[in-house]
């Protein structure tokens, strides 16, 4: 009976709505392994692949099917993680890891700092980009670090895809914050 719903065609009937949702996707130790889509998380299911830890109260209907929304499913069995490559340079969440506070005097920060600056070669990546309020940004302006007043409070770093992922979503469950590893600020 599983197998002959789980397909495209489940996808194709009332559950269009929901597909935006988005479900934390757990290794069978319980390690985070990517945000996915509720369409494969539910598919994961089906196969008998997953199981839900935890739902929303949302029902997806089909003729031959009704199933809540996982907001958290668990692989039954080990999948290696897969090997991650650097999360791609976000605005919002390079402000979530440095909790939006400015790196250089602790303030709140709104704008972004090249700690080495683009005159002198310094490049958009994670490890040279600081949040930083205006007032330190404009001191700060062109000059090499050791030729200034500021300090890093700590040393930038690339974080974690799924870090960066988190941060980006909108109204992250609170489901999912004990599962997360180093979360970064998900809120101002
Ligand atoms: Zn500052």
Redesign the pocket.
């Known amino acids: 009976m599983v197998s002959a719903v789980a397909g495209n065609s489940v996808v194709d009937m009332t559950w269009r709505s929901l597909l935006s949702e988005r479900t934390l996707l757990l290794n069978v130790t319980f390690q985070p392994l990517s945000i996915i889509s509720v369409r494969r998380a539910v598919l994961l299911v089906l196969a008998e692949k997953a199981e839900i830890l935890n739902c929303s109260d949302e029902v997806l209907r089909s003729e031959s099917l009704e199933i809540k929304v996982p907001s958290i499913v668990r692989l039954k069995s080990y999948v290696r993680a897969p090997f991650r490559n650097r999360a791609p340079f976000h605005r919002k969440a390079l402000f979530a890891r440095d909790f939006y506070t400015?790196q250089?005097?602790?303030?709140r920060?709104d704008c972004i700092d090249h700690v080495l600056p683009v005159s002198k070669g310094g490049r958009n990546t994670w490890e040279n980009l600081v949040a930083?309020?205006r007032?330190?940004?404009a001191a700060k302006a062109d000059l090499l670090l050791e030729n200034t007043r500021f300090k890093l409070r700590r040393v930038p770093y690339a974080p974690e895809p799924l870090a960066v992922a988190v941060a980006m979503k909108e109204d992250v469950p609170l489901e999912w914050e004990c599962y997360l590893p180093a979360p970064l600020a998900l809120t101002v």
């Open positions: 400015c250089y005097c602790g303030e920060a930083c309020c007032p330190c940004n």
